[in-house]
């Protein structure tokens, strides 16, 4: 079957196996969720302008990921109507939202159709557009003495065209004028109906920026965002770099760096969008308070802390803000789900200037996203790959603290200097980092009377049972998969957890703190480094895929594995 001339790539009946067997659901909250109930009139008014707001959003999303999603899903739409192949393509599409994207299980990327192909630089820059002329390029405009030209081209919020033998850069407010202004008028409704003053505040500013070709808009956007720690409404405008995989490239030329760096354009990879709209659980936030409270004293813990400013905060006070939402959407970025979903968030990334200019950041934690599991298949795991003395100590609530010890991570260590240095390597690096401080960390909670010792062993156990058991080698550079393979063989060539002649897994509780410990000082020195060459030494140095890897992966897949997400929402 063809869809606007391109043959569906995948057979009907492997395609419809996909959608029946391999989907696994993720319900947002409807009208009847105690959250929504307790919500003042206002605020539910304000709260439906906002999921319009991320709707949008959702189609500039797809035109950033690829040139022709928006004209194949819009095909999909209307051939679904008369075609049950066609509806399991759309579902497929909306799962992955794109026409390619990784599944987390496949080393090749899913490519729902024939001739469609995914490209490093997205649709970002031109298709056809590979590294090597793009150094060429820069280098020739940097020789005629353009650049500014080049500080665009190179900065997160541009598209790029190509003009003449040259590359033009296209701001954001500018490529997406017509659906960024859509977008601030649900805004500016939402504000109008908004019961707090402060969210009221923000959305008027968040407006703004997506009016202006102003930096200094997101700025202040991104400012009064980040204070928000009571309002009843959750709205956050996600811009992060994972997806913009040529940009990086510019850190291979060493020669090319070099005279980037003497005019201080520093290279930043095109920022993904995408809305969560949400409402605040307090319940939730309490306990992430209990947290934060501890992060300054953690800063001081940080191997080699004399030799760095920290990314947010220091002795003078924490700018950070952290909440619980129960979710009401998802779209754009937090819909590419290809491999996984965002259970929690803190943003602005390192790279963002409102971190330079004094703001803060936000931890959002995502409570659907995270909740519901399959209970038999998590038993047959623990009966089939896990020693019975460990059983006790799987729970699913001690995962969510690991990724609260996660999130808190990413504000400690070196600054963002240090981490975009490396380069095509920053965001495995840093992501690994953020794992590592957590386990490392926890301890430090134990002594400070957030959790206990029985937590403790919870949270290990949970962490590699849930991150280390992987179902597949990483695809394409895929930071969070490749952090956990990492930790897998640090931890177990330390003799932190080890498996015995049945397969069963064993841990070493005093170990794993001590090789949390040495494990965080290693992945410091590589972001002090600056040096692409270090990380790519230490990245290939942990990413062996052994025999155990392959054991534990093939019995994961025996029992049946739902790579693909379906994100119901309601509203």
Not at 211 to 229: C, G, R, T, V
């Amino acid at each position: 079957m063809k869809i606007n001339g391109f043959k569906i790539n995948i057979d009907e009946a492997d395609l419809h196996n996909r959608i029946e067997n391999q989907m696994r659901k993720i319900e947002l909250i409807d009208e009847n969720n105690q959250s929504y109930l307790e919500l003042s009139d206002g605020d539910k008014k304000a709260l439906r302008y906002l999921v319009n707001a991320a709707k949008i959003m959702n189609d500039v999303a797809l035109e950033m990921d690829h040139p022709l999603n928006l004209t194949q899903k819009q095909a999909l739409e209307v051939a679904a109507a008369d075609s049950s192949y066609a509806a399991d393509a759309l579902k497929l599409f909306n799962s992955l939202n794109g026409v390619v994207g990784y599944n987390g299980l496949d080393k090749e990327p899913v490519e729902i159709f024939e001739g469609i192909h995914a490209y490093e630089g997205r649709n970002f820059y031109p298709t056809d557009l590979d590294e090597q002329e793009l150094f060429t390029i820069i280098g020739q405009m940097l020789d005629a003495g353009k650049t500014e030209q080049v500080q665009k081209i190179l900065s997160a919020r541009t598209m790029v065209r190509r003009e003449g033998n040259e590359l033009k850069a296209i701001d954001y407010t500018e490529y997406f004028a017509d659906e960024f202004s859509e977008i601030a008028n649900e805004l500016e409704c939402a504000a109008h109906f908004t019961t707090d003053e402060l969210f009221k505040d923000y959305l008027g500013w968040q407006a703004q920026a997506l009016l202006q070709n102003n930096e200094e808009m997101d700025i202040l956007a991104d400012k009064h965002w980040a204070q928000m720690q009571d309002t009843p409404l959750e709205f956050t405008i996600s811009r992060e770099n994972y997806d913009d995989k040529l940009t990086p490239k510019i850190f291979t030329n060493k020669e090319l760096c070099a005279r980037l760096n003497k005019l201080n354009i520093k290279p930043v990879p095109k920022d993904m969008l995408g809305i969560r709209v949400g409402i605040v659980n307090k319940k939730g936030t309490e306990l992430l308070l209990k947290f934060k409270d501890e992060m300054i004293k953690l800063a001081d813990l940080m191997p080699f802390s004399n030799t760095y400013a920290q990314n947010v905060g220091g002795k003078k006070g924490l700018k950070q803000t952290m909440v619980d939402a129960d979710i009401v959407a998802l779209t754009g970025d937090y819909a590419l789900c290809r491999g996984g979903i965002t259970t929690a968030q803190n943003l602005p990334n390192n790279d963002k200037p409102a971190l330079s200019h004094g703001g803060g950041r936000r931890n959002v934690y995502h409570r659907q996203v995270r909740a519901g599991s399959d209970k038999e298949k998590i038993k047959k795991i623990l009966d089939g790959l896990v020693s019975a003395d460990l059983h006790k100590y799987y729970d699913e609530e001690a995962d969510h603290l690991f990724t609260i010890g996660h999130e808190n991570g990413h504000s400690l260590g070196p600054d963002s200097s240090y981490q975009t240095a490396l380069g095509v390597y920053q965001h495995i690096i840093e992501e690994h980092k953020a794992d590592v401080i957590s386990a490392a960390m926890m301890p430090q909670y134990v002594k400070n009377g957030i959790i206990n010792d029985e937590l403790l062993k919870k949270i290990y156990t949970t962490w590699i049972i849930r991150r280390h058991f992987m179902i597949a080698f990483p695809a394409d550079m895929e930071a969070h998969r490749v952090a956990d393979l990492i930790e897998y063989n640090f931890l177990s060539e330390y003799g932190a957890f080890w498996f015995d002649d049945n397969k069963k897994l064993h841990i070493d509780f005093d170990k794993m703190q001590s090789g949390c410990q040495e494990l965080l000082k290693e992945i410091i020195k590589v972001q002090l480094s600056k040096s692409p060459e270090t990380a790519k030494v230490f990245v290939d140095r942990w990413t062996a895929w052994k025999e155990m890897n392959e054991y534990i992966a093939n019995f994961k897949k025996n029992l049946g594995i739902r790579p693909y997400i379906n994100i119901v929402s309601h509203f």
